[in-house]
T-cell receptor
Framework: GDSVTQMEGPVTLSEEAFLTINCTYT??????LFWYVQYPGEGLQLLLK?????DKGSNKGFEATYRKETTSFHLEKGSVQVSDSAVYFC?????????FGQGTELSVKP | GAVVSQHPSRVICKSGTSVKIECRSL??????MFWYRQFPKQSLMLMAT?????????EQGVEKDKFLINHASLTLSTLTVASAHPEDSSFYIC????????????FGPGTRLTVL
């Protein structure tokens, strides 16, 4: 069945470090892919998206490329900030619903 | 644009009382709204999908008589937790789809329910 697998957290980095959060998916066809971010005590916000293979989504310094050949959508940021501390969810829209990965908690220390 | 609000943001109630949570799309008409439940340090669990003017579709294992969903208009959906018990304590989040958003859901800020 359709599914999303994310790298397990928590991930702890120092400020200005490079971030990668892995996300792979299983789905029929070529759906869109999303990364959502959840700050403490809040709902989810769309961080970036890609609607077809080889698309690169980007926002706030974060990037992710839709790789059909590896069925992946890894999230990257070159230099993280303390304010990036949050939980990140990879998501796959299927049949009008969103299938979420388990979430990866990121903690950035000054 | 595409702002979703929830009210209340936090509620504490005694066991046995019913609690209503509102989800509103503030600047758009929501063709479909979703209700999720999130436990600490976990992902979101979809509870139900609702379309304006029709009955909600519940996910397997979600009690329809416990979690009552009403989608009365294109901008309002409500979740009522009937006769709440401590095990119903959780973070409840709603989201909405617009006609133009295709499959991108817009999320509310969540409601923290604590049942004593």
């Amino acid at each position: 069945g359709d599914s999303v697998t994310q790298m397990e957290g928590p991930v702890t980095l120092s400020e200005e470090a490079f971030l990668t959060i892995n996300c792979t998916y299983t789905a029929t066809g070529y759906p869109s892919l999303f990364w959502y971010v959840q700050y403490p005590g809040e709902g989810l916000q769309l961080l970036l998206k890609a609607t077809k293979a080889d698309d690169k989504g980007s926002n706030k310094g974060f990037e992710a490329t839709y790789r059909k050949e590896t069925t992946s959508f890894h999230l990257e940021k070159g230099s993280v900030q303390v304010s990036d501390s949050a939980v990140y969810f990879c998501a796959l829209p299927i049949g009008g619903k969103l299938i979420f990965g388990q979430g990866t908690e990121l903690s950035v220390k000054p | 644009g595409a702002v979703v609000s929830q009210h209340p943001s936090r509620v504490i109630c005694k066991s046995g009382t019913s609690v209503k949570i509102e989800c509103r799309s503030l600047d758009f008409q929501a063709t479909t709204m979703f209700w999720y439940r999130q436990f600490p340090k976990q992902s979101l669990m979809l509870m139900a999908t609702s379309n304006e003017g029709s009955k909600a579709t519940y996910e397997q294992g979600v009690e329809k008589d416990k979690f009552l969903i009403n989608h009365a208009s294109l901008t309002l959906s409500t979740l009522t937790v009937a006769s709440a018990h401590p095990e119903d304590s959780s973070f409840y989040i709603c989201s909405a789809l617009t006609r133009r958003s295709y499959n991108e859901q817009f999320f509310g800020p969540g409601t923290r329910l604590t049942v004593l």
